[in-house]
């Protein structure tokens, strides 16, 4: 896996059905429903399971086309963003998928597309195979809030993972509104840690309270001297003035303490944060934590200022659900 994929899927994705993506029109979905492309969990196969409309299949599956053209689906992303890399992902699918595949976008200010609508191709015709990933970094900046995945000419896909940061308009945030500044529906993005072997350290910037365990980041159990930390880049600058510390689902799992450490970063690249983070200032001394609950923290944070990024140290391993950084954007003073 190339450098250039593993930083673009540290992106969120945009694409996720909890985020409220969908389908809006599609050209066929005969023997898989268009929609199943946007589940979070892997696609599964189910040995003998048929339907009316023939096997079932996890992810979207049009007819065999008898005619000229090609299949296409128009999607409504849950949140309008910049993308960095697509996964096109044809798992289980071994004699039935598309030999290729494009993508296309557009912006629409208020509703969807219409016949009116330009539409612009971020990724041009690429090849397919059967039961397998195929990653595609993008360089463009520009915001999407829907797409048009064409398959040529018909066939099935398990799934569409649209990995990018979600666009927000700061402009029209107020300077003395709390906000989460944390938040991956707000740009936050983790970037780095020690380990993730039980789950993925972007899940603590999920919207919402953790569904279970695996909805979390949790590290492998320590059996060498030292801790497990996690480092999140900010949506936006900003000063932070409450920080909520969740460990709803770990029970003997959680950690027994945490702290923060927070820096205003200026230059560099994502791959020398970990060295940089060694010098943060502390934003949050050590905290106990205990089991399956919301922690919020005020009154302890010490005044830093405008900061991009924080570090937490969970002491020594454990489990970690949510991470709430609630604080008012700003530029550096």
């Known amino acids: 896996m190339s450098n250039q994929t593993q930083n673009f899927e540290k992106y969120i994705n945009l694409a996720d059905a909890r985020l409220g993506t969908k389908a809006i029109y599609v050209t066929d979905d005969w023997f898989a429903d268009v929609n199943r492309?946007?589940?979070?969990?892997?696609?599964?196969?189910?040995?003998?399971?048929?339907?009316?409309?023939?096997?079932w299949m996890d992810g979207w599956e049009s007819r065999r086309k008898r005619f000229e053209g090609y299949d296409h689906a128009i999607i409504r992303l849950g949140v309008p963003g910049t993308?960095?890399?697509?996964?096109?992902?044809?798992?289980?699918?071994?004699?039935n998928f598309p030999p290729s595949a494009s993508i296309d976008a557009c912006y629409c200010v208020e509703g969807d597309p219409?016949?009116?609508?330009?539409?612009?191709?971020?990724?041009?015709?690429?090849d397919l195979a059967g039961n397998s990933h195929h990653l595609h970094g993008i360089e463009d900046d520009r915001a999407w809030t829907h797409l048009r995945l064409n398959i040529y000419p018909d066939g099935g896909v398990a799934r569409l993972r649209v990995y990018g940061i979600p666009f927000r308009d700061w402009s029209r945030q107020s300077a003395g509104e709390l906000i989460d500044l944390a938040a991956s529906l707000n740009g936050g993005r983790a970037l780095a840690c020690s380990d993730e072997h039980f789950g993925r350290m972007g899940n603590i910037l999920n919207p919402g309270r953790g569904i279970n365990m695996g909805d979390g980041w949790e590290t492998a159990r320590r059996r060498t001297p030292g801790n497990d930390w996690v480092i999140v880049a900010l949506g936006h600058p900003g000063e932070i003035k409450r920080i909520v510390v969740d460990t709803l689902h770990f029970k003997g799992n959680y950690p027994d303490s945490c702290s923060i450490q927070a820096a205003y970063v200026e230059g560099g690249t994502d791959a020398q944060i970990e060295t940089r983070s060694l010098y943060w200032r502390e934003?949050?001394?050590?905290?106990?934590?205990e089991m399956h609950q919301e922690h919020t923290f005020e009154a302890q944070l010490k005044d830093l200022g405008p900061v991009t990024h924080v570090r937490l140290n969970i002491f020594p391993d454990g489990g970690v659900s949510r991470l709430r950084l609630l604080g008012t954007i700003s530029e550096k003073n």
């Open 283 to 289: 934003l949050l001394p050590s905290q106990k934590l």
């Open 83 to 95: 993308i960095k890399g697509f996964d096109i992902d044809t798992s289980h699918f071994t004699g």
């Open 114 to 126: 219409n016949e009116d609508t330009e539409w612009v191709e971020i990724l041009s015709s690429v």
């Open 37 to 55: 492309l946007f589940n979070p969990e892997p696609a599964v196969w189910k040995e003998g399971v048929f339907d009316d409309n023939g096997k």
